[in-house]
């Protein structure tokens, strides 16, 4: 994104000048090395343009959790590479933690030959090693400023390339640490774990897993719904068929303005190793769950698609429900041939925020007459016919234990059949 350009130009200029006092340069140098770029991206080029193309920088305490979890040591002589590498924040995370030489020119050389990144962005990853530069100096102590052909030869394996395009990058290195983007794409047929739209992190993780060599270790920031969506199964089921799962960590939101939770995922790869026991979500033996009192399944009615045709029936859409209330009979209607629902039945939204007050709001809907029922619900009906049950379980659903269950296995911002399927029956509500 060339609307951080200034922002680069500024850094490198004050490497190669040093205009600035000792006392407002360590602070500038600070702010530069933590939430600097990613505040100038903001300003610059608007938080639409990020979105859209994905480009949101690591902060400074995710970056620390992430390389706590690859487990570097300073005396080891690894080569870490991120393939989207953006401005070097997870690389800076990492020279934070090595050893450093007597001058800037010799820190500059060890870790160059260590630190591996590449981005599409030639603005990033101009960025990127003009930051790791202004670490060397910041850390050796040292103002005095590097010449242009030596901030030109610093990190030669910082690059601009597309990683999707050159995947032998990954069997070069030791420890591989990423934050790629979280769009939506389509993907190819080489990705047979899933079709059509796809989280594009999901694809950056597995030309990683499949690429990198045999016991190289991975840590990735990633989208809780890689984790935790029924989407994701066979995603799942392929990292577990080439690595060793060691750390699952749920992390909260990425930040406050990519509103997307995120966790960490780190893993050994090797073929054949992993014993079946990575813990993606909590489940937990609790004995009975939801399913086995109730048959889950979610509206039938998409409104801007379905056409009004066939029988008038008793109609609800998240509109016509009020929280936590009995709906003693459906009054609206609409023209619908599909599947209907016989009351009593509990009516859960499907939009649900890792953020709002409870995970599942409910209604339980009464009356003589089947419904037709909007695809944004969710719709459990007891297998024992009664209102009692359904009352039993909105109860249940009230309980903190449900939002805290509910906000370790699925912090999307919808809720899916399997959640709500394996929700504990929680004793003594």
Not at 234 to 262: P, Q, Y
């Amino acid at each position: 994104m060339d609307e951080l350009l200034p922002y680069v130009r500024e850094l490198e200029q004050q490497i190669l000048t040093q205009r600035l006092s000792w006392t407002r340069w360590t602070k500038w140098c600070d702010v530069s090395l933590n939430s600097g770029a990613a505040l100038e991206l903001r300003q610059a080029a608007g938080l639409r343009a990020q979105k859209r193309q994905g480009a949101f920088f690591t902060g400074a305490s995710l970056a620390e959790r992430a390389v706590s979890a690859l487990g570097m040591s300073v005396q080891d002589s690894c080569r870490y590479f991120d393939p989207t590498c953006g401005a070097g924040d997870l690389l800076l995370a990492i020279a934070r933690k090595m050893n450093i030489g007597a001058t800037v020119a010799e820190t500059l050389s060890q870790w160059g030959n260590r630190l591996v990144g590449c981005d599409i962005s030639p603005v990033f990853v101009r960025a990127a090693r003009a930051r790791l530069a202004l670490l060397a100096m910041r850390r050796v102590g040292c103002r005095e400023s590097l010449t242009s052909r030596e901030l030109a030869e610093a990190f030669p394996s910082i690059t601009t390339a597309d990683i999707r395009n050159c995947t032998d990058l990954y069997s070069q290195s030791d420890r591989i640490v990423m934050n790629p983007p979280y769009t939506l794409v389509n993907v190819s047929d080489k990705y047979v774990w899933s079709t059509g739209l796809t989280n594009a992190a999901a694809c950056f993780a597995a030309d990683a897993i499949v690429h990198c060599k045999a016991g190289a270790r991975i840590v990735a920031i990633l989208p809780d719904v890689l984790r935790s969506g029924t989407r994701y199964e066979r995603w799942r089921t392929m990292v577990e068929k080439f690595a060793s799962i060691d750390h699952v960590e749920s992390c909260g939101l990425f930040d406050k303005n990519a509103d997307v939770d995120v966790f960490l995922l780190g893993l050994n790869v090797e073929a054949g190793i992993n014993d079946g026991s990575a813990q993606w979500r909590q489940d937990v033996d609790v004995g009975d769950r939801v399913s086995d009192r109730f048959d889950v399944s979610v509206g039938a009615v998409v409104p801007h698609r379905d056409r009004e045709e066939g029988p008038d029936v008793s109609y609800v859409d998240v509109r016509g429900l009020h929280p936590w209330s009995t709906k003693l009979r459906v009054s609206e209607t609409r023209r619908f041939k599909g599947r209907l629902f016989e009351p009593p039945f509990v009516a859960i939204r499907r939009t649900s925020s890792p953020r709002d007050g409870r995970r599942a709001v409910a209604t339980t809907v009464l009356g003589q007459e089947d419904v037709a029922v909007e695809n944004h619900i969710i719709v459990c009906t007891p297998r024992d016919r009664s209102v009692e049950s359904c009352q039993k379980f909105v109860a249940r659903l009230m309980s903190q234990k449900t939002d805290e269950w509910l906000n370790e296995r699925i912090r999307c911002r919808h809720l899916t059949l399997g959640a709500v399927g394996r929700l504990p029956w929680w004793s003594g509500e």
